[in-house]
């Protein structure tokens, strides 16, 4: 199957500071890719969708300049927290679209970046 | 649909026994659904897939029952093993841009 890396798998920053993370599709090209943040026992929530030369697609709610996306070729997106506060701290999951066995478009994720902000 | 940040609720069997895993989307338009595992600290892996011109799959030892009507999907998983044991989310698209929104999900554990 597709394989979708992030990196780093976890980080600790303090408040305040910024925190880049990379989503990377390892054997296919994703014009789109999206991001979701998790909670500790909760359900992932779509933040928003990565959009290859293009600007990035935000669920509502969901503040822009505080989580910056850009997706600079068609294997790479990044998510940038901005000023980060722990209330930022969670699990943050990319996935990518690829052609399935039998279905087009099946999503494939990441294996997750936590991050915890001091 | 938008995903439901609500606390896991959760579901113990025997192992051996069969698990079912019930989940209901939110958006009538929704017409491709995937059922997703995930494990303690790692990223949802991909079980099965189903499309709304069917109501039923089967993949080994799983199967995706789809009711359009009522807006519901469940997961079987047959003779539940110790690695079974996960959460387990099922996840709806659109056709709109290959958005997906996940369920609350549910946390299967399997007593040995």
């Known amino acids: 199957g597709a394989v979708v890396s992030q990196h780093p798998s976890r980080v600790i920053c303090k408040s305040g500071t910024s925190v880049k993370i990379e989503c990377r599709s390892l054997?296919?090209?994703?014009?789109?890719m999206f991001w979701y943040r998790q909670f500790p026992k909760q359900s992932l929530m779509l933040m928003a969708t990565s959009n290859e030369g293009s600007k990035a697609t935000y669920e509502q709610g969901v503040e822009k300049d505080k989580f910056l996306i850009n997706h600079a070729s068609l294997t790479l997106s990044t998510l940038t927290v901005t000023s980060a506060h722990p209330e930022d701290s969670s699990f943050y999951i990319c996935?990518?679209?690829?052609?399935?066995?039998?279905?087009?478009?099946?999503?494939?994720f990441g294996p997750g970046t936590r991050l915890t902000v001091l | 649909g938008e995903s439901v940040g609500l606390h896991l609720p959760t579901l113990s069997v025997q192992e051996g026994d069969n698990s079912i895993i019930n989940c209901a989307y939110s958006?009538?338009?929704?017409?491709?659904f995937i059922w997703y595992k995930q494990e303690s600290g790692k990223g949802p892996q991909f079980i099965i897939d189903?499309?709304?011109?069917?109501d039923k799959r089967q993949g080994q030892r799983v199967t995706v029952l789809l009711n359009k009507t009522v807006k519901h999907l469940s997961l079987q998983i047959a003779a539940t093993q110790p690695g079974d044991s996960a959460v387990y989310f099922c996840?709806?698209?659109?056709?709109?841009?290959?958005?997906?929104?996940f369920g609350t999900g549910t946390s299967l554990t399997v007593i040995p």
């Open positions: 958006n009538s338009a929704s017409d491709y």
């Open positions: 996935s990518a679209p690829a052609r399935g066995r039998q279905y087009t478009d099946t999503q494939y």
């Open positions: 189903i499309r709304s011109n069917m």
């Open positions: 054997d296919f090209q994703a014009t789109t």
């Open positions: 996840a709806e698209n659109a056709n709109t841009g290959n958005q997906f929104y």
